[in-house]
T-cell receptor, first 116, second 114 residues
């Protein structure tokens, strides 16, 4: 296992279409995070899973966004009825559950979404 | 909520030392992390401070003062490959009403000149 992987790396879609992204975390990591990043900004938190449970979701997250992690391994992020404002890099990160310390997050390469 | 402030851009020459500052606001404090991101790449973890003081990892060091809600990343012996964006990220304490989830700053673009 070489790290967090995401698929696809790039997605171009038309406004109004649905898109789904996949994230495969590092296998022994039980925590998984989705972030969105736009040019010149830091990663913005979207949602967080511990194993298969979705424990936290950003209050800024539209109900067009949904995420799952059905078996506590890979995760999917779906955006319904995409809008041009959804164009961004979608980053997935994973970490282990630690009792203390950094809980260093390992990021995947991201999926760049362009909504036309 | 949690928020951070860091300079938008810093420039330096190869071989120099540069300091990137970060001030934060959070409800309860758990830790401050630093990440590096090259253009088109993913953020990669550099350093973490949970307690006051200096943490050193090779050419990179990070400092934290919890009483001042302030930290910095120190990069020594700068190399061209250090040109990248650097993000500080703060985690709050849920017990104190903060969020355990890291909140990232807007990033500091470091430009290293020959």
């Amino acid at each position: 296992d070489t790290g967090v992987s995401q698929d696809p790396r790039h997605k171009i879609t038309k406004r109004g279409q649905n898109v789904t992204f996949r994230c495969d975390p590092i296998s022994e990591h039980n925590r998984l995070y989705w972030y969105r990043q736009t040019l010149g900004q830091g990663p913005e938190f979207l949602t967080y899973f511990q194993n298969e449970a979705q424990l936290e979701k950003s209050r800024l997250l539209s109900d067009r966004f949904s995420a799952e992690r059905p078996k506590g391994s890979f995760s999917t992020l779906e955006i319904q009825r995409t809008e041009q404002g959804d164009s961004a890099m979608y980053l997935c990160a994973s970490s282990t559950k630690g009792t203390s310390g950094s809980n260093e997050q390992f990021f995947g390469p991201g999926t760049r979404l362009t909504v036309l | 909520g949690q928020s951070l402030e860091q300079p938008s851009e810093v420039t330096a020459v190869e071989g120099a030392i540069v300091q990137i500052n970060c001030t934060y606001q959070t409800s309860g404090f758990y830790g401050l992390s630093w990440y590096q991101q090259h253009d088109g790449g993913a953020p990669t973890f550099l350093s973490y401070n949970g307690l006051d003081g200096l943490e050193e990892t090779g050419r990179f060091s990070s400092f934290l003062s919890r009483s001042d809600s302030y930290g910095y990343l120190l990069l020594q012996e700068l190399q061209m490959k250090d040109s990248a964006s650097y993000f500080c990220a703060v985690r709050g304490s849920p017990v104190a009403g903060g969020s355990y989830i890291p909140t990232f700053g807007r990033g500091t673009s470091l430009i290293v000149h020959p």
